[in-house]
C-alpha cells in the first residue's frame, strides 16, 4: 500500500480543467516534494510536474501543480484528447530510501 | 539528446534469473543517479532500485531485496539490473530513469528521462 493515494479515475470533455489529487500523511507532504508523471502505456514515462508545482520546459502550461495541506494536485486546463492517459504522483520516501508512487489516475478524455 | 536503451528483458521461468542493461548516452552518465522502475500487466508504476552517481549508495524495493542487485559501469555509461529468483510477480516492463541528482531523493530530486523499457515474462 503506497503512502500516496490517487484515484483510479477521472474524466472531463476536451477543454474542460481537470484536477487529479494525491494525496498522504501531512507530515509526508509536508516533508517530501511530489513529482508527477504522464504515462501512455507502452512509451516512456514522462516529466509533467517536479517538486510540487514546477513546470519543466517543454511541457505545455496547461499542466500546473499545486499543494494544499494533506494532498499535492496535478491540474489539466483546456482539455485535450491527447491527454488521455495514466498519471502518476511519486516522491521520495525516507523510511523506505525510495521512491514511492501513487497507485495511478487514468484520465478519460471523453 | 538524452537517450537510455534498456536490453535483455525475455522469457525466464520461474527461480531464473536475468540480467538487464539500459545503455546511456547525451548526459555526464556519472553525474547523476539512476533508477529501475517496473510496470508490471495491468498495475502501476513501482520503483524497484536507484543508485548514486558514484555507487556509493544503492536502494532496493523490498519486494525485490536480496534478489536483485544494482549496478553502473560509468566507464561504458551503462546501468546493470542482475534479478535472481525470480518469481512471476516480476513480471513487467522495466524502465531506467535518470534522476535530476547526484543522489536520489536529494534536492527535490525527480525522475527527467526515462527510456522505453524492456519486457521480462517469468513464466514455465
Known amino acids: 500500500q503506497s503512502v500516496l493515494t490517487q484515484p483510479p479515475s477521472a474524466s472531463g470533455t476536451p477543454g474542460q480543467r481537470v484536477t487529479i489529487s494525491c494525496s498522504g500523511s501531512?507530515?509526508?507532504?509536508?516533508?517530501?516534494?511530489v513529482n508527477w508523471y504522464q504515462h501512455f502505456p507502452g512509451t516512456a514515462p514522462k516529466l509533467l510536474i517536479y517538486?510540487?508545482?514546477h513546470r519543466p520546459s517543454g511541457v505545455p502550461d496547461r499542466f500546473s501543480g499545486s499543494k494544499s495541506g494533506t494532498s499535492v494536485s496535478l491540474a489539466i486546463s483546456g482539455l485535450q484528447s491527447e491527454d488521455e492517459a495514466d498519471y502518476y504522483c511519486?516522491?521520495?520516501?525516507?523510511?523506505?530510501?525510495?521512491?514511492?508512487f501513487g497507485g495511478g489516475t487514468k484520465l478519460t478524455v471523453l | 539528446e538524452v537517450q537510455l536503451v534498456e536490453s535483455g528483458g525475455g522469457l525466464v521461468q520461474p527461480g531464473g534469473s536475468l540480467r538487464l542493461s539500459c545503455a546511456a548516452s547525451?548526459?555526464?552518465?556519472?553525474?547523476?543517479?539512476m533508477s529501475w522502475v517496473r510496470q508490471a500487466p495491468g498495475k502501476g508504476l513501482e520503483w524497484v532500485s536507484g543508485i548514486s552517481g558514484s555507487s556509493d549508495n544503492t536502494y532496493y524495493a523490498a519486494s525485490v531485496k536480496g534478489r536483485f542487485t544494482m549496478s553502473r559501469d560509468n566507464s561504458r555509461n551503462t546501468l546493470n539490473l542482475q534479478m535472481n529468483s525470480l518469481r512471476a510477480e516480476d513480471s513487467a516492463v522495466y524502465y531506467c530513469?535518470?534522476?535530476?541528482?547526484?543522489?536520489?531523493?536529494?534536492?527535490?530530486?525527480?525522475?527527467?528521462?526515462w527510456g522505453q523499457g524492456t519486457l521480462v515474462t517469468v513464466s514455465s
Open positions: 501531512s507530515s509526508f507532504i509536508e516533508s517530501n516534494p
Open positions: 530513469a535518470k534522476d535530476s541528482q547526484f543522489y536520489s531523493g536529494y534536492d527535490s530530486s525527480y525522475f527527467d528521462y
Open positions: 517538486s510540487n508545482n
Open positions: 547525451g548526459f555526464t552518465f556519472s553525474s547523476y543517479a
Open positions: 511519486a516522491a521520495w520516501d525516507d523510511t523506505l530510501h525510495g521512491i514511492t
